[in-house]
């Protein structure tokens, strides 16, 4: 009773009237165990994300900014859902069943490795062979000293190409723009919206960011490759795309968010592992990054995964050191070998290293305040439509190529070294000694840089044996612009990765601090850039762990391993003094209501029963479809709690739980009776089986819409024991809010059942969703709750005096409600 009175006082001063509750609750119980919703799901055209709710009133689905496109999100439920039909399907499956799903598991992770590897390799040939023209046409006319002319066609090029990639970005997949790992992570947090996964969205991330980094945009592919691999694994999961005639039947066998959320981490890693050549690296990232959970099995069909992903690369890159892939060279897939450079370091070096990841934990701090007011800004623009995309998207590649081009013409021309092996100046598309303007036998050091693919200018600074190739000027006007132009390339409508941008920034520092003690130092200066580079990652994206190892692999330098172990530590550490890590800021500026794995310190002050809304829609055992039709059509929820009462019990008791998309199936199969009485399993499993209740793919799940049922069907009954989930995880109404928020997040939940503690009331006192759980719903109930300053931080200008609700992504106000659909 003291917990009960404890209660009742937490909801009189959140304002809630608990008898008016438990007396609407009451007579809603007398109208065929059906009670009415506090509020309704209905979808109208809400377009902000972030959307809060002032009461506990459920008025529309959650919106978020997925890529470029506003659209609603769900969560998804990797719980097993235990009715009757799964167990009797269980029981009756035989060994070899069982066999032939863990097969089809590894045969997945096969085709993941297979398709990953394909396109990553495809995306390297295809951008090292339209830049390589580019460069080489560009190249051909300085030569002939036709200098006005070179910057047309090389501006006229980069302009076509960022055209086209914001075209596709902006019409046919909206979703696309942007890194796509936001997006990836937020998925395997558990939050679903249609478009993340698509086909159009894997159609338009692979040629998107080919031509937006053949384009010179200072990004990378790396982001979207990431993303790329975990459509790829959602396309196969799902046996393919009806909607594109891209089906196949004996793949449709993993109808779970369980299991496809187990392959798009093996497509995430395997993503990664095509981008870097960085197998391990892969699935690290999947692990330390990407996954919200995690597993031993996992691990190995990750591991299997990228492991293909590398011996598919390495056969590509064999057959094409025959000069068969036209442009494509040393470039492209990318590896900075430095292991040629002598890593001999004393403790004195490690004072330089010290420095260089303080410097890289506060411009990384830095950089991710400015990307977040410059998404911000950009979303301003981007939402007036499609053709205002394409022209920021123009505008930002004409500034890009202004500095590109314009910027070596300060540069000094400097003799080609004598003790060189490679060719000075170089001759094509690649390579660290561009001539630009310069008479023949001398380079142009800023050229060397800006005119390369990214790819070739992380090669030309992470390169050994050239601590003299590159002035102090030049290398502090390289750092500042790619700093600068990483800023303001990030949030148009292209597919556009940042670890390139953020590695580039770094390296540049890092050689400037490598040419600064050159003197005093026994570290090469390309190997500073490389410890530059790791610093600067650090300070952005705070992974520790991938980070070092993605960088060993691609430098091929085991000996580095505590420098960079040294650096990555220091920059997060000063870097989290400041701000949250880069992806975690874009998940939060989207609207995806994230749940980290850890509860925030208020939550240890309040109860579960605190943040429920009641009463619920709640059905009988056996219900009249009339009420059901009813209740589907008034709301969004996706989770409906089933209770028996007399004569089906001897007193109310809670039976389990019914899903939305279970209910749909189950009246269209229209197995209904005149009379209210219990029709049993054996009767269920003449009409469905097991199969007929998984989940489809995107897109593809029954509607509403599709029921057909009759005016006189209105008034019959149907027995919802069969399809009950009869082992929904339950909590209590005291138990702390800070539990079951690592209980909800650690099992994958939709839907957590709150019971009450004493006995004498309604068997299930309210549900919690994700939205629950979010900090702006929370201070919504509460609106005098002062809670961590942490957890402040999550909520950015989000609350007005006026209880208004600020939306700073696009500098609107709004009031209405939002909520994710239960």
């Known amino acids: 009773m003291e917990g009960e009175m404890e209660h009742r006082e937490r909801r009189e001063r959140a304002g809630i009237d608990i008898e008016s509750m438990m007396e609407a609750r009451g007579n809603e119980m007398e109208n065929d165990c059906y009670y009415t919703s506090m509020g309704t799901d209905s979808e109208d055209g809400i377009r902000e994300p972030l959307l809060l709710r002032k009461r506990t009133m459920n008025t529309t689905s959650q919106i978020a900014l997925v890529g470029a496109n506003v659209c609603p999100i769900e969560s998804l439920d990797y719980e097993i859902v235990e009715n009757d039909l799964f167990n009797e ?12 799903y863990v097969i089809l598991k590894w045969t997945l992770a096969l085709l993941i490795g297979l398709a990953t590897g394909i396109v990553g390799f495809f995306n390297n040939l295809a951008i090292e062979n339209i830049a390589g023209f580019k460069f080489v046409l560009t190249n051909n006319l300085m030569l002939e000293q036709r200098y006005l002319l070179a910057f047309v066609a090389y501006a006229g090029c980069n302009v076509v190409l960022a055209a086209a990639a914001a075209a596709l970005c902006a019409y046919v997949a909206p979703a696309a723009a942007g890194s796509g790992i936001p997006e990836v992570k937020a998925y395997l947090n558990g939050i679903d919206a249609q478009s993340i996964l698509a ?66 981490t093996c497509g995430a890693a395997a993503g990664v592992a095509a981008a870097f050549r960085a197998p391990v690296g892969g699935v690290l990232f999947a692990l330390e990054e990407a996954a919200s959970w995690w597993r031993s099995a996992l691990l190995w069909r990750t591991f299997f995964t990228t492991a293909v992903v590398a011996v598919v690369l390495r056969a590509f890159i064999e057959y094409c050191r025959s000069g068969k892939c036209g442009l494509f060279g040393k470039g492209g897939l990318i590896m900075f070998d430095v292991s040629s450079g002598l890593t001999t370091y004393k403790s004195a070096d490690l004072m330089a290293v010290i420095v260089l990841g303080v410097i890289g934990g506060v411009f990384g701090g830095l950089y991710n ?21 394409i022209l920021l998207t123009v505008t930002v590649s004409l500034l890009t190529t202004c500095c590109s081009y314009g910027l070596p013409w300060f540069g000094s021309c400097t003799p080609c070294p004598s003790n060189i092996h490679e060719q000075c100046p170089a001759i094509g598309h690649s390579g660290n000694y561009k001539n630009f303007q310069c008479p ?60 390139i941008p953020v590695i580039l920034a770094g390296a540049s520092y890092g050689r400037i601090v490598g040419t600064l003690l050159g003197p005093f130092t026994d570290l090469n200066a390309g190997l500073f850039a490389v410890l530059g580079a790791a610093s600067f990652l650090g300070g952005t994206m705070r992974m520790t762990v991938s980070v070092c190892i993605i960088l060993l692999e691609l430098t091929n330098d085991l000996l580095m391993l505590p420098l960079v172990m040294l650096v990555l530590l220091l920059s997060k550490t000063v870097a989290d003094c400041f701000n949250k890590g880069v992806y975690d800021q874009i998940v939060e500026m989207k609207g995806l209501p994230y749940l980290e794995a850890h509860a925030e310190p208020y939550m240890r002050h309040m109860v579960a029963g605190d943040v429920v809304s009641g009463p619920l829609i709640t059905f009988c055992g056996v219900e009249k479809v009339g009420n059901i039709i009813h209740a589907l059509k008034m709301t969004g929820h996706n989770g409906f709690p089933v209770v028996d009462e007399p004569p089906f019990s001897y007193a109310p008791e809670l039976v389990g739980l019914v899903l939305r998309s279970h209910l749909l199936v189950l009246l269209k199969g229209k197995k209904f009776t005149r009379e209210r009485e219990l029709t049993g399993l054996s009767e269920a499993l003449r009409r469905f089986g097991a199969f007929d209740f998984a989940k489809a793919g995107s897109g593809k799940g029954m509607k509403l819409e599709d029921l057909d049922i009759l005016e006189e069907e209105m008034e019959m009954y149907v027995d919802l024991h069969p399809i009950a989930n009869k082992s929904p995880y339950t909590v209590v109404e005291t138990m702390s809010l800070a539990k079951a928020a690592v209980l909800f997040r650690e099992l994958g939940l939709r839907h957590l059942l709150v019971v009450p503690k004493t006995p004498g009331r309604p068997p299930i006192v309210g549900i919690l969703t994700r939205h629950d759980f979010m900090a702006e719903h929370i201070l919504g109930l509460f609106p005098h709750f002062k809670p961590h300053r942490r957890a402040k931080e999550t909520l950015p200008h989000l609350l007005l005096p006026s209880g208004h609700t600020y939306l700073p992504l696009f500098g609107q106000i709004q009031s209405r409600i939002g909520l994710m659909r239960r």
Request: proline share 3%; net charge positive; with cysteine.
């Open 89 to 100: 399907d269980w029981r009756s499956r035989t060994k070899v069943q069982i066999f032939q």
């Open 199 to 264: 086909p159009s969205t894997l159609f338009v991330k692979i040629f998107g960011s080919i031509f937006g980094v053949s384009a010179g945009f200072v990004v990378g592919k790396e982001g979207p490759m990431v993303h790329t691999g975990a459509c790829i694994a959602n396309l196969l999961g799902q046996g393919g795309s009806r909607k594109y005639h891209l089906t196949c039947t004996w793949l449709r066998y993993f109808k779970s968010d369980r299991d496809r959320r187990d392959l798009i």
């Open 369 to 389: 305040l400015i990307i977040d007011r410059v998404v911000r800004t950009y979303s301003i623009v981007n939402e007036r439509g499609a053709i205002f995309k």
């Open 440 to 499: 023949p036998g001398h380079y142009n050091d800023l050229a060397s840089l800006f005119l390369n693919t990214n790819d070739d200018a992380i090669r030309n600074l992470f390169s050994t044996g050239t601590n003299n190739e590159f002035y102090i000027s030049t290398l502090f006007i390289f750092f500042a612009s790619t700093y600068f132009l990483g800023l303001v390339t990030y949030g148009i409508a292209i597919p556009s990765g940042l670890f």
